[in-house]
């Protein structure tokens, strides 16, 4: 007798298999780091785009998938700092946003300080140093670099002074960095020569050569350059000591110096997301809301006198992983409860939470601009270079 | 500078001067997502060198071009979050706006 052959029926036709879709583990790994007790795993992105072509899932992108899927929310935006939400990217961009926000980004520093007097107990390149580090409100894009060869102007360079003596028989005074004077005109210390000037009325040489007051640009007519904060203590003066100098502040990066950072600090880090496994009720869940130092779980009642735990602020979770750290010594052997079971400590893996603080220079959200579009430039010196 | 060879154009090493882990790592992305593509990856030969080192294997198509796609889909990549950036924080500051003047009296 024949046996009755069934009809075959190919996998992905079968009822409960999602077509085209990973299954839920899958897109577990693919999506989310598992924070265990001991160190974060499942860290690397599955990013090549054959990967789940076996399941029938195209992991490659799609320019138009990108474009519907990426989104920027915003959370916090002030004059010196803002925070934003960043869903839909990969690590390596975000990464390289923030290389780029603390290396790549031209800033305005002073580098070269002229000093004509100093008396007091700072030494000369101790002062320079500190000089270096103060951030300056100025706009580094309406200024050129300035190179071995060239000579300072008034597009390359800003010239302060400071000036500053502590009388005798008065107390120690502090200088501060508002008597950082600008001089929009270039340096007023001459270069001395040794043969003396051929015609006396011809103006002495000066350290910088200004073709034309930098008062006169229309940028800086109303605003004039100075140092961003305006108290920082730059050094002391005991009574009879004094500081003659005279700095020159150019545009550079962060990558040759620190000081040319526009960045306080930049960083990001990706949403946190906890999840209950098992429901929590009773003592449990009191004893769970109390561990959390960050309060990410809340108590809710659910009638009758019980309660439950539930997660309520998700996003302020430091990973400190108290909530899944087994019980220790504290509690009898039978008592302790391994709390992995209870918590899954998860981060999303393309839901960046960044924070740019600016020194000053620039608002935060231009310097965010500015960072993607050398990005765009690196990419179009690459496309040059190959072809 | 491309290193790679005449009779076999789809695949080469890549080596970029003044280039870091900023760019190399974003391109390495990008050139993974391509279905061309069927191994990439960089590395930096000495970090006081500033130089990089892009290998690019293809199934078929010269590397070089696959090399240049993705660049030209990193480049529209950021002009999209640069866009969606800029649309965000002018969304942001109008509502801010419109809050403080409901707020007020």
Same mark, same amino acid.
């Given at each position: 007798?024949?046996?009755?052959?069934?009809?075959?029926?190919?996998?992905?036709?079968?009822?409960?298999?999602?077509?085209?879709? #990973?299954?839920?583990? !899958?897109?577990?790994?693919?999506?989310?780091?598992?924070?265990?007790?001991?160190?974060?795993?499942? +860290?690397?992105?599955?990013?090549?785009?054959?990967?789940?072509?076996?399941?029938?899932?195209?992991?490659?992108?799609?320019?138009?998938?990108?474009?519907?899927?990426?989104?920027?929310?915003?959370?916090? !935006? +002030?004059?010196?700092?803002?925070?934003?939400?960043?869903?839909?990217?990969?690590?390596?961009?975000?990464?390289?946003?923030?290389?780029?926000? !603390?290396?790549?980004?031209?800033?305005?520093?002073?580098?070269?300080?002229?000093?004509?007097?100093?008396?007091?107990?700072?030494?000369?390149?101790?002062?320079?140093?500190?000089?270096?580090?103060?951030? =300056?409100?100025?706009?580094?894009?309406?200024?050129?670099?300035?190179? @071995?060869?060239?000579?300072?102007?008034?597009?390359?360079?800003?010239?302060?002074?400071?000036?500053?003596?502590?009388?005798?028989?008065?107390?120690?005074?502090?200088? #501060?960095?508002?008597?950082?004077?600008?001089?929009?005109?270039?340096? @007023? #210390?001459?270069?001395?020569?040794?043969?003396?000037?051929?015609?006396?009325?011809?103006?002495?040489?000066?350290?910088?050569?200004?073709?034309?007051?930098?008062?006169?640009?229309? @940028?800086?007519?109303?605003?004039?350059?100075?140092?961003?904060?305006?108290?920082?203590?730059?050094?002391?003066?005991?009574?009879?000591?004094?500081?003659?100098?005279?700095?020159?502040?150019?545009?550079?990066?962060?990558?040759?110096?620190?000081?040319?950072?526009?960045?306080?600090?930049?960083?990001?880090?990706?949403?946190?997301?906890?999840? =209950?496994?098992?429901?929590?009720?009773?003592?449990?869940?009191?004893?769970?809301?109390?561990? $959390?130092?960050?309060?990410?779980?809340?108590? @809710?009642?659910?009638?009758?006198?019980?309660?439950?735990? *539930?997660?309520?602020?998700?996003?302020? $979770? *430091?990973?400190?992983?108290? $909530?899944?750290?087994?019980?220790?010594?504290?509690?009898?052997?039978?008592?302790?409860?391994?709390?992995?079971?209870?918590?899954?400590?998860?981060?999303?893996?393309?839901?960046?939470?960044?924070?740019?603080?600016?020194?000053?220079? #620039?608002?935060?959200?231009?310097?965010?601009?500015?960072?993607?579009?050398?990005?765009?430039?690196?990419?179009?010196?690459?496309?040059?270079?190959?072809? | 500078?491309?290193?790679?060879?005449?009779? %076999?154009?789809?695949?080469?090493?890549?080596?970029?001067?003044?280039?870091?882990?900023?760019?190399?790592?974003?391109?390495?992305?990008?050139?993974?997502?391509?279905?061309?593509?069927?191994?990439?990856?960089?590395?930096?030969?000495?970090?006081?060198?500033?130089?990089?080192?892009?290998?690019?294997?293809?199934?078929? /198509?010269?590397?070089?071009?696959?090399?240049? /796609?993705?660049?030209?889909?990193?480049?529209? &990549?950021?002009?999209?979050?640069?866009?969606?950036? %800029?649309?965000?924080?002018? /969304?942001?500051?109008?509502?801010?706006?419109? /809050?403080?003047?409901? &707020?007020?009296?």
């Amino acid at each position: 007798m024949e046996e009755e052959k069934t009809p075959k029926i190919s996998v992905w036709d079968l009822p409960d298999v999602p077509k085209g879709k #990973l299954p839920a583990h !899958l897109e577990l790994q693919r999506t989310r780091v598992i924070c265990t007790p001991d160190a974060a795993t499942n +860290t690397e992105n599955i990013r090549y785009s054959g990967a789940y072509a076996s399941m029938g899932v195209d992991n490659s992108l799609r320019l138009g998938h990108f474009r519907d899927n990426f989104r920027v929310e915003v959370v916090r !935006l +002030t004059e010196d700092d803002m925070e934003f939400d960043m869903i839909g990217i990969d690590a390596s961009l975000a990464n390289a946003f923030r290389r780029i926000l !603390l290396a790549e980004l031209p800033t305005m520093a002073i580098e070269k300080v002229l000093i004509a007097n100093n008396t007091s107990v700072i030494q000369d390149e101790v002062l320079a140093h500190r000089l270096g580090l103060i951030p =300056l409100k100025v706009d580094p894009r309406m200024f050129e670099y300035m190179s @071995e060869n060239d000579v300072p102007n008034e597009k390359n360079t800003i010239v302060f002074k400071l000036h500053s003596r502590c009388e005798r028989g008065s107390s120690r005074i502090k200088v #501060l960095s508002n008597e950082l004077q600008w001089l929009p005109r270039g340096s @007023e #210390l001459t270069v001395s020569t040794e043969k003396p000037a051929v015609d006396p009325t011809s103006r002495p040489r000066t350290y910088t050569s200004f073709n034309c007051s930098q008062d006169s640009l229309p @940028e800086f007519s109303n605003n004039p350059i100075g140092p961003k904060h305006d108290d920082i203590i730059i050094a002391k003066l005991g009574p009879g000591q004094e500081i003659e100098l005279e700095a020159h502040a150019v545009k550079g990066m962060g990558k040759t110096h620190a000081k040319w950072s526009p960045v306080a600090t930049s960083w990001y880090r990706m949403l946190p997301e906890v999840v =209950l496994l098992q429901e929590i009720e009773g003592e449990i869940a009191e004893e769970l809301v109390k561990k $959390c130092p960050v309060k990410v779980f809340d108590i @809710e009642d659910i009638g009758k006198g019980r309660k439950r735990a *539930t997660v309520a602020r998700p996003r302020s $979770c *430091t990973l400190c992983r108290e $909530c899944i750290r087994a019980d220790g010594k504290e509690k009898e052997k039978e008592q302790r409860i391994y709390w992995d079971k209870y918590v899954a400590l998860r981060r999303v893996k393309d839901h960046f939470i960044f924070t740019i603080e600016s020194t000053g220079a #620039l608002p935060p959200e231009m310097l965010f601009t500015e960072a993607v579009k050398i990005l765009e430039d690196k990419c179009e010196r690459v496309i040059t270079e190959l072809s | 500078m491309e290193h790679g060879s005449y009779q %076999d154009q789809s695949q080469a090493t890549f080596s970029l001067t003044d280039e870091d882990h900023t760019l190399a790592n974003s391109l390495r992305f990008t050139l993974n997502q391509d279905p061309r593509v069927t191994f990439c990856g960089y590395s930096i030969p000495h970090p006081s060198d500033a130089r990089v080192n892009i290998r690019v294997q293809t199934t078929g /198509d010269p590397a070089s071009e696959v090399l240049k /796609d993705s660049c030209q889909d990193l480049m529209l &990549i950021c002009q999209h979050v640069r866009s969606t950036f %800029d649309q965000a924080v002018v /969304d942001f500051k109008n509502k801010n706006s419109l /809050d403080a003047m409901n &707020i007020g009296p």
